[in-house]
């Protein structure tokens, strides 16, 4: 029985050394497995480093834009809220123009030649500019002008400037009308402060209510919008806008 006794417990001895045994090598393991994340971590961290300075002015950001259209107006607007260094800005080539208003070439090889893409790259360091400081509602509700303006309010102004007739003051007075309705509550469309939206909308509506761009409103533009008139004005004198803009003169 003793021999026996003494048998067992050799043998409980045994496996609790190898179990202990098996469970610092187990930890060490995990600490070895922890120890490769962390560093493969930093390394990624330092690599998204190096890509953002590339892309944020290092190898240089050009701006290729054809001024006086509405889209590339948003998009110089936004350049002077980058906040990686200088913009190049060049007129863009005529044999580039018929296929977009804008190309903004940065660092890294990235070619952004669709404006709302242009204007959110070189706006995105602007917290309040760009919407970010309203949160994901701002930011959505930024992007939702920025589709307006492209949209129906761009196809509309158009169709008028191009072509007067009283199927488009109907539908200019429209769109007017209820953007004058928006702004009877608020000084800027997306929170206290002008941001992309206010940009991109102006830069529609400005040539309509201005005495340059034939204004539709015709004397009583003012007085039929007065809301859209005020933010209007306030836009013109906003430094950034103002100095892409130039000098408007509003309809009275």
């Given at each position: 029985?003793?021999?026996?006794?003494?048998?067992?417990?050799?043998?409980?001895?045994?496996?609790?050394?190898?179990?202990?045994?098996?469970?610092?090598?187990k930890k060490r393991e995990e600490e070895e497995e922890q120890r490769k994340k962390r560093k493969n971590k930093s390394r990624k961290e330092k690599s998204d480093g190096n890509t953002r300075r590339r892309d944020d002015g290092q190898d240089g950001i050009t701006l290729y834009a054809s001024r006086g259209t509405p889209a590339a107006t948003v998009v110089l607007i936004a350049?002077?809220?980058?906040?990686?260094?200088?913009?190049?800005?060049?007129?863009?080539?005529?044999?580039?123009?018929?296929?977009?208003?804008?190309?903004?070439?940065?660092?890294?090889?990235?070619?952004?030649?669709?404006?709302?893409?242009?204007?959110?790259?070189?706006?995105?360091?602007?917290?309040?500019?760009?919407?970010?400081?309203?949160?994901?509602?701002?930011?959505?509700?930024?992007?939702?002008?920025?589709?307006?303006?492209?949209?129906?309010?761009?196809?509309?102004?158009?169709?008028?400037?191009?072509?007067?007739?009283?199927?488009?003051?109907?539908?200019?007075?429209?769109?007017?009308?209820?953007?004058?309705?928006?702004?009877?509550?608020?000084?800027?469309?997306?929170?206290?402060?002008?941001?992309?939206?206010?940009?991109?909308?102006?830069?529609?509506?400005?040539?309509?209510?201005?005495?340059?761009?034939?204004?539709?409103?015709?004397?009583?533009?003012?007085?039929?919008?007065?809301?859209?008139?005020?933010?209007?004005?306030?836009?013109?004198?906003?430094?950034?806008?103002?100095?892409?803009?130039?000098?408007?003169?509003?309809?009275?």
């Amino acid at each position: 029985m003793r021999a026996a006794f003494s048998s067992n417990t050799r043998i409980t001895i045994f496996r609790s050394h190898q179990s202990s045994v098996q469970q610092k090598v187990k930890k060490r393991e995990e600490e070895e497995e922890q120890r490769k994340k962390r560093k493969n971590k930093s390394r990624k961290e330092k690599s998204d480093g190096n890509t953002r300075r590339r892309d944020d002015g290092q190898d240089g950001i050009t701006l290729y834009a054809s001024r006086g259209t509405p889209a590339a107006t948003v998009v110089l607007i936004a350049a002077e809220h980058y906040g990686g260094g200088g913009v190049s800005i060049s007129e863009m080539p005529l044999d580039a123009a018929s296929r977009s208003p804008v190309q903004l070439r940065c660092g890294g090889g990235l070619l952004l030649d669709q404006p709302p893409a242009a204007a959110a790259y070189l706006s995105a360091a602007d917290a309040v500019f760009s919407g970010r400081s309203e949160g994901h509602r701002g930011q959505s509700q930024v992007m939702q002008w920025m589709d307006f303006a492209r949209g129906d309010l761009h196809h509309v102004a158009c169709a008028h400037l191009l072509g007067r007739s009283a199927r488009t003051e109907r539908d200019v007075a429209r769109l007017l009308s209820s953007l004058d309705s928006v702004l009877s509550t608020r000084t800027f469309l997306v929170g206290e402060r002008a941001t992309l939206a206010d940009a991109a909308v102006s830069a529609e509506v400005l040539p309509l209510l201005s005495t340059g761009g034939g204004g539709s409103g015709g004397g009583g533009a003012r007085s039929r919008f007065p809301h859209l008139a005020r933010w209007a004005n306030t836009c013109t004198r906003h430094p950034t806008f103002r100095k892409v803009f130039g000098e408007v003169e509003l309809v009275s």
